[in-house]
């Protein structure tokens, strides 16, 4: 689980980034819509580094393979949610829509996983 303490700790550093680039950088360059998205993203993208995080600390405590997997989904959809919705917003991109979607789905499967994990553990 090292690498995804690695991965969550680039998505954090990343995250607080582009949400200062969206503030600073973007501001008045993008319609309100895209930079709202964008933001969309950088909010999500925050919240999993948490959540990511968590699941490290808890697999350390208890470890179950449904942690991991859990890990993997929400990198995935961190990935593919907010990078779809910084790619839209940056270069208007309208096929990219349909990506955001699975970012989404990967990332509810991951909280489904933890749930499942936390059901069968006893512990956790």
Do not use: D
């Not at 690498?3 to 309100?32: P, Q, R, S, Y």
């Not at 449904?66 to 907010?82: K, P, R, Y």
């Not at 790619?87 to 933890?114: S, V, Y």
Request: charged share 5%; aromatic share 10%.
């Amino acid at each position: 689980m090292k690498w995804i303490l690695t991965l969550a700790a680039f998505f954090g550093l990343t995250g607080v980034m582009l949400g200062a680039f969206a503030a600073h950088g973007l501001k008045g360059k993008l319609e309100n819509q895209l930079l709202a998205a964008f933001q969309t993203g950088v909010q999500y993208q925050l919240w999993h580094t948490l959540a990511l995080i968590l699941l490290v600390l808890l697999y350390r405590q208890q470890p179950q393979p449904l942690l991991q997997w859990a890990a993997i989904s929400m990198c995935s959809g961190v990935v593919l949610f907010s990078g779809s919705l910084y790619l839209l917003a940056i270069t208007g991109m309208k096929w990219l829509g349909p990506i955001t979607p699975l970012g989404g789905l990967a990332m509810i499967l991951g909280w489904l996983l933890l749930l499942i994990a936390a059901l069968r553990g006893g512990q956790i």
